[in-house]
């Protein structure tokens, strides 16, 4: 588990995408990536055909629209997914590419804005189905590593060129935006009490020892946001987004996915029989805005909606779509 910013910064590294020839959207200083031309392939699972001009010299930041998609407008606050691929600027070698490897997601929030402008201002206002070229300098985000690893995965990545000058972009990101998602919310308690009341919330149920069983509704669809029910409400200070928490855990896949089968689980602290502690930024999506405001002493069902968790594809290697977590908040700094 990352904090939120880092893994804004390795995705958008990830993300940016693209840019041509035709004068499509630019943001930011887009001159290097005039020459860029891209050829899609005949399938949507194999990588462009990408030329353009070597050596590209690129000393700021910039990001373009080569080809523009004929799909929906993509608006701030929404959920982007994409595939991409990575070019050394030096001589256009190929670094590598996630085509094979399933769609990426990108949150298009405030955290991108501020880190990546040039990103976000690209993808906001461009449409679904859009090839995008982006090009930053390592120091701009003090990289020290290649945004795309040879094998397509994002979990790694290969050194960048010792060639390469630390104020000089030394791989050009192309990006083909396949989708955009409104970004799942937090639900009010209403919302909960409404779900909890038609069946439509996993149940819980307590051994002698304490240790909780999760069961997931048959029949019913997850919520279509990040459901929080408080099962037994603690007396003690309230957790923020920044908190460091000791907590006892449990958690389980609501359907079948690619690592693991529906109510089975997946991570428990109870097993270990040691209670986990870490920051809340330091987690996933689903577990920081879930907990936020809870009170120490609280155990709490959390119904976490795959983009606020591992995503959907299972490229993370986590358990996949929306996953269920029964926490006990033991302490909290």
Same mark, same amino acid.
């Given at each position: 588990?990352?904090?939120?910013?880092?893994?804004?910064?390795?995705?958008?590294?990830?993300?940016?995408?693209?840019?041509?020839?035709?004068?499509?959207?630019?943001?930011?200083?887009?001159?290097?990536?005039? /020459?860029?031309?891209?050829?899609?392939?005949?399938?949507?699972?194999?990588?462009?055909?990408?030329?353009?001009?070597?050596?590209?010299?690129?000393?700021?930041?910039?990001?373009?629209?080569?080809?523009?998609?004929?799909?929906?407008?993509?608006?701030?606050?929404?959920?982007?997914?994409?595939?991409?691929?990575?070019?050394?600027?030096?001589?256009?070698?190929?670094?590598?590419?996630?085509?094979?490897?399933?769609?990426?997601?990108?949150?298009?929030?405030?955290?991108?804005?501020?880190?990546?402008?040039?990103?976000?201002?690209?993808?906001?206002? /461009?449409?679904?189905? /859009?090839?995008?070229?982006?090009?930053?300098?390592?120091?701009?985000?003090?990289?020290?590593?290649?945004?795309?690893?040879?094998?397509?995965?994002?979990?790694?990545?290969?050194?960048?060129?010792?060639?390469?000058?630390?104020?000089?972009? /030394?791989?050009?990101?192309?990006?083909?935006?396949?989708?955009?998602?409104?970004?799942?919310?937090?639900?009010?308690?209403?919302?909960?009490?409404?779900?909890?009341?038609?069946?439509?919330?996993?149940?819980?149920?307590?051994?002698?020892?304490?240790?909780?069983?999760?069961?997931?509704?048959?029949?019913?669809?997850?919520?279509?946001?990040?459901?929080?029910?408080?099962?037994?409400?603690?007396?003690?200070?309230?957790?923020?987004?920044?908190?460091?928490?000791?907590?006892?855990?449990?958690?389980?896949?609501?359907?079948?996915?690619?690592?693991?089968?529906?109510?089975?689980?997946?991570?428990?602290?109870?097993?270990?029989?040691?209670?986990?502690?870490?920051?809340?930024?330091?987690?996933?999506?689903?577990?920081?805005?879930?907990?936020?405001?809870?009170?120490?002493?609280?155990?709490?069902?959390?119904?976490?909606?795959?983009?606020?968790?591992?995503?959907?594809?299972?490229?993370?290697?986590?358990?996949?779509?929306?996953?269920?977590?029964?926490?006990?908040?033991?302490?909290?700094?």
């Amino acid at each position: 588990m990352r904090k939120l910013l880092a893994l804004l910064l390795a995705s958008a590294m990830l993300l940016l995408a693209g840019c041509s020839a035709s004068g499509g959207k630019s943001v930011g200083d887009a001159a290097p990536l005039a /020459s860029v031309k891209i050829t899609p392939a005949d399938d949507d699972n194999t990588a462009p055909t990408v030329t353009f001009d070597t050596p590209m010299t690129a000393t700021a930041a910039g990001a373009k629209v080569v080809i523009e998609g004929d799909g929906a407008e993509i608006a701030a606050g929404q959920n982007v997914t994409y595939k991409l691929a990575g070019y050394k600027t030096s001589d256009g070698t190929v670094l590598g590419d996630t085509f094979s490897a399933g769609d990426q997601t990108l949150s298009l929030v405030d955290e991108l804005k501020e880190a990546d402008p040039e990103i976000y201002g690209i993808l906001v206002g /461009s449409k679904v189905g /859009s090839w995008i070229a982006y090009v930053r300098p390592s120091t701009a985000t003090d990289a020290t590593e290649s945004a795309v690893p040879e094998d397509g995965s994002t979990e790694s990545a290969a050194p960048q060129s010792e060639s390469a000058a630390p104020d000089t972009a /030394s791989e050009v990101l192309i990006l083909k935006v396949t989708g955009a998602q409104d970004a799942p919310r937090l639900l009010g308690q209403d919302e909960v009490k409404q779900l909890d009341e038609a069946g439509a919330l996993p149940g819980v149920e307590f051994g002698k020892d304490g240790t909780p069983t999760i069961s997931i509704p048959e029949g019913k669809e997850p919520p279509n946001g990040l459901a929080v029910k408080v099962l037994k409400e603690g007396d003690g200070e309230a957790l923020t987004a920044d908190s460091t928490v000791t907590v006892d855990y449990v958690g389980v896949q609501w359907a079948d996915g690619a690592n693991h089968k529906a109510g089975e689980v997946f991570d428990s602290s109870y097993e270990t029989g040691q209670p986990a502690t870490f920051g809340l930024g330091q987690v996933i999506t689903g577990w920081t805005k879930g907990l936020a405001g809870q009170k120490v002493g609280s155990t709490v069902l959390l119904t976490i909606p795959a983009s606020m968790a591992y995503g959907d594809d299972g490229s993370t290697g986590g358990p996949t779509g929306t996953l269920v977590f029964v926490v006990d908040i033991k302490s909290a700094e």
